[in-house]
């Protein structure tokens, strides 16, 4: 890792990335929810959408056998059709070496949230080992949590350095960097935290919004946030980051308007799933059901898809 | 693996192809058009006297639309005499409760018709069905709401003294906004208790006479709204029928100051909203992402023909070269085309003089050695169209600089301070609209202050409310429209 000197002061680090106005942002994505995706064009998007998917469960009570039936969901979304599978399932640590037994070897890459998940208050001699554990139990990719508590208190030198120690547990493996979102609350934020964490992190690494614990997780706003952060870091240093907008996303139709917002402002090279991903569970679904919908003309009974995630 | 997976872009640009291209999305509902409109007097719709009609088109085909009836000055003089007997008889006597009734009923039947409007509205005129959809027809409803609220509380606009209406009001509107130009003039005008006749412009008189058909639906008295279309004689009728005792007109600055020649000498009062070539003022510390958006929507909403269009940028030199990359990628994605496609950010030019008068003016841009961009995207093979077009190194003395387009293009000049801004942003026979993008709060307030423009917008840009007054300074015309000002200037004080 190239040393980074860390900017001393949030509005330090203004005067060279610039702000964010809220009002003027917003309006820029409601006009993403005004684009009208016909035929082709909406089977593509879907499927994209698909591809993207990080199929995650994320709860106390997660057994072998419920990571068993996700995985599964995961390589072959639906019965009938060619629908693609997904990106990567999402687990905590204890479950990826039993994912690893159902798509290990396969497309569908197992991702782990680690480092003292979603809080991320533990020592960070535990969140490292957490994310040791995970790696060497055979996860792809590691999402990890900032530390907000520094961010918040302006220690970014603190923050970056804890980003790049998981950076070098991560090995091999893909890092995801969660900023939490809601707990950094204005745009301004989101945008200093995405620069300070792509900062540390490789090419290919990603960015991403929300545990999906917290009040409020992705939404098109902040999303446009980071999107932007990237395009600027990319075009002044070359370094592509990826983007994982995660939870809150649960319809097709949400799902298209976050891709038309990465098709207009990162364009064509961030449209597949080595640079965008989705972060969801009950997202699946839907998207199978508008596709199903596309293939046959009609919407098939409610019963072929399962509303909760449990049904997987 | 990202390290060996991941190529790094040595050229570090984005590639906006067609990877995911969107199909055609048209807007397929039935506008409820006639074949041959006839001019609205006196509550119903009657052909000219001398029989003449004259075609509309479709500027995005040149397909021809519908006959309108062109009324002479015989019609205009059946028209004001129709609505000289509304207000004696019924309208100017009747309790502002009531009146604000009928607007409130026609306020919700253009809603209930929105679809149908909208449609012919960017039929007729070319504009992008998104924008009609969501702004024009919305907007001009909202107009009539908020003015049916104001036609029973008239007395609080001039406190201690008495309001009264002037009579028989003539209007003509442009074609840029056409329902909705109608609508900021005819809502104040009633909710007053004035009595109305308007000529709409001659490329766009569809929506106006579908007005029409609004007021028979809600029972509207007869002769209190009167339509005339035709061209400009018929709107000189307008203006200058003794009838009339009031005028406004909205338009370009030369017809605005033929109008002031010819009204010299009357007594009739009079309000003029003209032309613009309103400064967009980015300083350094802006936001730019945001200033970006804010430069596209204002000058690129409604193809530029927008009389408040933000078509000068004055960004500050340390910003220039940063602001210009980010516009370039900006509208590298705005889709030009088939204004019924609902995906369609620029429609049509709203005709062929107008075409001809932006690419004339373009031109003298590369000539007067402007440096002229735009993004090459194609262009349908008929109709009448323009690509969005950005010049650098524009200077003061340039005619792009100092003349209204009413186009897509915008011209692009850089300040070193903010006096120099200033004197820039002033320097021009216009004054009615501006914008400031700054993170500074008190430089807002100080360049709003000292800014001669009748709208100055901070940290955005072509915003509008039927409660805020808009209008000019200088050669943009006196008087406003919207809010309490705009509904002042529809009655006497006395």
Known sequence: MPAV????????????????????????????????????????????AVSMVDLTTLEGKDTPGKVASLCQKALRPHDIGDIPPTAAVCVYPAMVKHAKKHV??????????????????APLKTRLAEVHAAVNDGADEIDMVI??????????????????????????????????????????????????????????????????????NATLGNNQVMLEAIRDHFLATGVPIAMKPAGGIRTAKQALHFLIAVKETLGDDWLNNGRYRFGASALLNDLVRQLEKERTGAYQAPWNFSEATEGY | MPKTTSKTNPARELVFGDLWEYDPAPETADPKLKQRYDLFINGAF???????????????????????????????????????KAFVSVWGKMPGKERGKYLYRIARLLQDHAREFAIAETLDGGKAIKESRDFDIPMAAA????????????????????????????????????????????????????????????????????????????????????????AAETGAAVISHPLTTKVAFTGSTEVGKSIMRSLAGTDKKMTLELGGKAANIVFDDAPLDQAVE???????????????AGSRLLVQESVADEVLAKLKRRIAVLRVGDPMDKNTDLGAINSREQLAKITDLAKSGVTEGAEKYDTGCKLPAKGFFFRPTIFTNVSMSHRIAREEIFGPVLSILTFRTPEEALEKANNTPYGLSAGV??????????????????????????????????????????????????????????
Not at chain 2, 71 to 84: E, G, M, T
């Open chain 2, 46 to 84: 009657v052909a000219p006297k001398k029989g003449s009609y004259f075609a509309t088109i479709n500027p995005a085909n040149e397909t021809k639309i519908a006959d309108i009836a062109l009324a002479d000055a015989a019609d205009v003089n059946s028209a004001c005499i129709a609505a000289q």
């Open chain 2, 294 to 308: 804010g430069i596209v929507n204002g000058i690129f909403f409604n193809q530029g023909h927008v009389c408040c």
């Open chain 1, 104 to 121: 290990g070897g396969t497309s569908v890459k197992i991702a782990s949230v680690a480092t003292a998940f979603p809080s991320g208050q």
């Open chain 1, 5 to 48: 000197k860390a900017p001393t002061s949030l509005r330090r680090l203004f005067d060279e990335i610039g702000t964010v106005d809220q009002v003027g942002i917003e309006e820029r994505v409601a006009k993403f929810t005004t684009r009208s995706l016909k035929k082709k064009s909406k089977v593509f998007g879907l499927r994209l």
């Open chain 2, 437 to 494: 993008w700054t993170d500074k709060g008190s430089r807002i307030l100080k360049m709003s202050a000292q800014l001669k423009a009748g709208v100055v917008w901070a940290n955005t840009y072509n915003k509008f409310d039927p409660t805020s007054p808009f209008g000019g300074f200088k050669e943009s015309g006196f008087g406003r429209e919207g809010g309490k000002q705009g509904l002042l200037d529809y009655l006497s004080v006395v």
């Open chain 2, 143 to 230: 107009h009539f709401f908020y003015h049916a609220g104001w036609a029973d509380k008239l007395e609080h606009l001039a406190p201690g003294r008495k309001v009264a209406p002037h009579g028989v009001v003539g209007q003509v509107i442009p074609w840029n906004f056409p329902l909705l130009m109608l609508a900021w003039k005819i809502a104040p005008a009633l909710a007053a208790g004035n009595c109305v006749v308007l000529k709409p412009a001659e490329t766009t008189s569809i929506t106006a006479l579908k007005f029409g058909e609004i007021c028979q639906e809600a029972g509207l008295p007869n002769g209190v709204v009167n339509i005339v279309s035709g």
């Open chain 1, 147 to 216: 530390n907000r508590g520094a961010f918040l208190s302006g220690e970014f030198g603190r923050m970056q350095d804890e980003i790049a120690a998981v950076v070098e547990a991560c090995g091999q493996s893909t890092l995801k960097v969660i900023l939490e979102v809601s707990e950094l609350e204005t745009y301004d934020h989101i945008r200093a935290a995405s620069f300070l964490a792509m900062r540390v992190i490789r090419p290919g690494d990603f960015i991403k919004t929300s545990t999906g614990k917290t009040s409020s």
